[in-house]
Nanobody
Framework: QVHVVESGGGLVQPGGSLRLSCEVS????????IGWFRQAPGNEREGVAC????????EYDDSVRGRFTASGDNDWNMVYLQMNNLKPEDTAVYYC?????????????????WGQGTQVTVSS
């Protein structure tokens, strides 16, 4: 079972940047995806980004495309979500998750292992 742990959340002003980290352990597959999700109070959890650990290909939700960038280190033990030009509406608990689908996905049901979440607050 793949385990993931998020970190890096915090408070940032609008227009600022923040980088989230996802530590990945227990990897037994050469190919899997790491997804980033977020959930604000009263909202459904939504997929933000997904990255393939096979080739680094990414997928983004329209709401963050051009502002957020997912990446990983050489062995995919660490995956990152660089968030630039943050907006108040980006405020949410952010989660990373691991899934074994062969395709990129922003759907919760395609991910099996979830982190505990890290709070991101964008406020002036």
């Amino acid at each position: 079972q793949v385990h993931v742990v998020e970190s890096g959340g915090g408070l940032v002003q609008p227009g600022g940047s923040l980088r989230l980290s996802c530590e990945v352990s227990g990897k037994t597959l050469d190919y899997y995806h790491i997804g980033w999700f977020r959930q604000a109070p009263g909202n459904e959890r939504e997929g933000v980004a997904c990255i393939s650990t096979y080739d680094g290909a990414t997928e983004y939700d329209d709401s963050v495309r051009g502002r957020f960038t997912a990446s990983g280190d050489n062995d995919w033990n660490m995956v990152y979500l660089q968030m630039n030009n943050l907006k108040p509406e980006d405020t949410a608990v952010y989660y990373c998750a691991a899934g074994s689908t062969w395709y990129a996905s922003l759907l919760e049901s395609d991910f099996d292992s979830w982190g505990q979440g890290t709070q991101v607050t964008v406020s002036s």
